[in-house]
């Protein structure tokens, strides 16, 4: 590719992290008697219509952290789960701020990191982010929310939003999603794209098909071999 | 101190890196036959009332980066440099992304991360602390500024602003500057304090004298010295 990309932008629920698997492994050692990943699959899915609320201004802005934990409290009680304290449903809400990296997450992104500047894209609120980098090691230069913009992805605010704050052109901003909505919206805002396969995004029982990514400029395995294909 | 401090906040310019070592060399560097020590503090002393317009309405939103390239117009008038190119003005203004740590910085600050989230709270813009902190080598777990609660210190926004981000309570927060008007602000919003000496901020030819520090929770001679006293 001999484009001048400055900036490196990554979604991270499903793209830097296994949200699926982490939620599944700590339902499971909660020792829940419920099927775990229809849990993981239940709460997440619960996060575009409650964004949306956002969105369309039907809700004022609200942190995702307050969203997970409305979403949170409905599937506990659609899997009819009552038997946990206030402090325990807290604890649970954090999980999302410890969501482990992909295998070749961290080794990725340290080889983009040498050439080019790698940011959050995220939906996920800075102190959740944060923590989440914190646990896991993610070496941002960094960490841009939607918190910080006040618009929600796909919101125009938000990608253009990444060129702004480097002072580059969108262009000069590559998004790096395994979401295909993401990608379309950014590559629409004038963003360079890159899709990276995320099969077990939803867990091995809804194995994700590999989607039509020929909009896109690339498309990896996964972010090492994205490093190898841009570095 | 038996203090429940969760989030550790540096202020940057001055407290966490040389900026007057940091463009003293630049502008020797540079063979401009100007008085370099007094280029430095003329640039630095025209922030806080460019500051200042924006605080109190006077402007609109204007990032620092903005506010460095109108006082460097000025000042270049003043000390008579009339050769420069647009692409070198644009180059010199972005010292401010060069800025050199402290010897100190970076070992305090790994110190201080095994035990409490480590972020900026600047009036810097985000791209700015970014680009310095790999430029650096500056390990936070987040940069925080001004720019995301379009607020400058000492607004109260800015403080609190910290706290909300991670979910805390003012008191689980420190702030940590060398500046005794940033920490006085600070404490009355809630916030813990920590002083740290820097007496080379503006140069050999003002040294900084110790000023008084009973107000604050801590006094340390530099971020090491900070670890051993939080630690």
Same mark, same amino acid.
């Given at each position: 590719?001999?484009?001048? @990309?400055?900036?490196?932008a990554?979604?991270?629920?499903?793209?830097?992290?296994?949200?699926?698997?982490?939620?599944?492994?700590?339902?499971?050692?909660?020792?829940?008697?419920i099927?775990?990943d229809?849990?993981?699959?239940?709460w997440?899915?619960?996060?575009?219509?409650?964004?949306?609320?956002v969105?369309?201004?039907?809700?004022?802005?609200?942190?995702?952290?307050?969203?997970?934990?409305?979403?949170?409290?409905k599937?506990? !009680?659609?899997?009819?789960?009552?038997?946990?304290?206030?402090?325990?449903?807290?604890?649970?809400?954090?999980?999302?701020?410890?969501?482990?990296?992909?295998?070749?997450?961290?080794?990725?992104?340290?080889?983009?990191?040498?050439r080019?500047?790698?940011?959050?894209?995220?939906?996920?609120n800075?102190?959740?982010?944060?923590?989440?980098?914190?646990f896991?090691?993610?070496?941002? !230069?960094?960490?841009?929310?939607?918190?910080?913009?006040?618009?929600?992805?796909p !919101?125009?605010?938000?990608?253009?939003?990444?060129?702004?704050?480097?002072?580059?052109?969108?262009?000069?901003?590559m998004?790096?999603?395994?979401?295909?909505?993401d990608?379309?919206?950014?590559?629409?805002?004038?963003?360079?794209?890159?899709?990276?396969?995320?099969?077990?995004?939803?867990?091995?029982?809804?194995?994700?098909? @590999?989607?039509?990514?020929?909009?896109?400029?690339l498309?990896?395995? !996964?972010?090492?071999?994205?490093?190898?294909?841009?570095?």
């Amino acid at each position: 590719m001999n484009s001048p @990309i400055k900036v490196i932008a990554f979604d991270v629920f499903g793209t830097t992290v296994d949200w699926h698997g982490s939620i599944m492994q700590e339902i499971q050692q909660m020792g829940l008697n419920i099927d775990a990943d229809q849990f993981a699959n239940a709460w997440r899915s619960g996060y575009e219509p409650a964004m949306a609320e956002v969105r369309k201004g039907a809700k004022t802005w609200t942190k995702i952290d307050v969203l997970h934990r409305m979403i949170l409290d409905k599937i506990l !009680d659609d899997f009819k789960i009552t038997h946990l304290s206030e402090e325990q449903k807290v604890h649970l809400n954090l999980i999302w701020h410890r969501l482990h990296p992909w295998a070749d997450t961290v080794e990725g992104l340290l080889l983009l990191k040498r050439r080019f500047k790698i940011v959050t894209l995220s939906n996920g609120n800075l102190g959740l982010l944060a923590n989440m980098a914190k646990f896991g090691g993610l070496p941002w !230069d960094l960490i841009l929310s939607a918190e910080v913009f006040r618009h929600y992805k796909p !919101d125009p605010e938000t990608y253009l939003g990444v060129a702004d704050i480097f002072d580059v052109q969108p262009h000069e901003v590559m998004l790096v999603a395994t979401h295909t909505n993401d990608l379309k919206a950014a590559k629409s805002y004038g963003l360079k794209t890159a899709y990276v396969h995320r099969a077990l995004e939803f867990g091995a029982n809804q194995i994700k098909p @590999i989607p039509d990514v020929s909009d896109f400029d690339l498309s990896a395995a !996964d972010f090492i071999d994205l490093a190898k294909k841009l570095v």
